[in-house]
């Protein structure tokens, strides 16, 4: 009776600890093979007056997630809260052309605005990179991530990422910093958050009072 019952067991549990390992432990995670546009401008970035702006000369390149991996966002819809952008259209935001030039990038109206992509189910999330606009040197103002199942983002919402260090948008006081866009965009982890929306944040720029995005890219599975 007794060996039996640890025979049934170790035949179960090998199964289940693969699955849980590969996900949760993070020594066994991925690189996502980001792929990044070609750089739009070169030389020194026209210093950006933000208290809260990363001093640091090296961009982050890697996002780490289990294997099998990939990005989510590829093609699906993307809603906004100026459903009529003044240039582009939404559909430009989850594309996959993360070019930096006139022709790639969609502009909001001014002040906090948001863009919303729904992943068509849940899944679970490792990571978000977005492109702003990076053909001229800029930061963001009050860059907010959220992940929720709540299509309305009134209930379940979780805050990934927050560079909003006054409250001015009041999702909370943002320890994150603020960054001068390049191509490389920025990477902001997800730690295995489960949701199918995820929402972005933006209340204008350093250079003027619009909001940009070229691309936003959500991996997980
Ligand atoms: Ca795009
Ligand atoms: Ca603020």
Not at 120 to 147: L, P
Request: glycine share 8%.
């Amino acid at each position: 009776m007794k060996k039996t019952f640890i025979l049934a067991i170790s035949l179960i549990t090998p199964a289940i600890f693969t699955v849980t390992a590969q996900d949760t432990d993070k020594s066994k995670w991925k690189d996502m093979e980001i792929d990044f546009p070609k750089p739009m401008f070169v030389g020194t970035p026209v210093a950006a007056k933000l208290p809260n702006l990363d001093k640091s000369k090296k961009p982050r390149l890697v996002l780490k997630a289990p294997a099998g991996s990939e990005n989510l966002a590829l093609d699906m819809e993307v809603t906004s809260s100026d459903p009529e952008p003044i240039i582009g259209d939404l559909d430009m935001i989850c594309d996959g052309d993360k070019d930096g030039a006139d022709g790639s990038y969609t502009e909001l109206g001014p002040g906090k605005q948001w863009v919303q992509v729904d992943l068509e189910e849940e899944a679970t999330i490792y990571g978000i990179v977005v492109w702003h606009f990076h053909k001229n040197a800029r930061a963001y103002i009050d860059v907010v991530a959220q992940v929720s199942n709540d299509p309305e983002f009134k209930t379940g919402v979780v805050t990934v990422f927050n560079n909003d260090h006054d409250n001015s948008s009041k999702a909370g006081v943002g320890k994150d910093l603020a960054w001068i866009e390049t191509n490389h965009g920025r990477i902001f982890d997800v730690e295995g958050k489960k949701a199918r929306y995820v929402r972005l944040w933006s209340n204008g720029n350093t250079a003027n009072e619009m909001n940009h995005y070229v691309e936003i890219e959500v991996y997980g599975k």
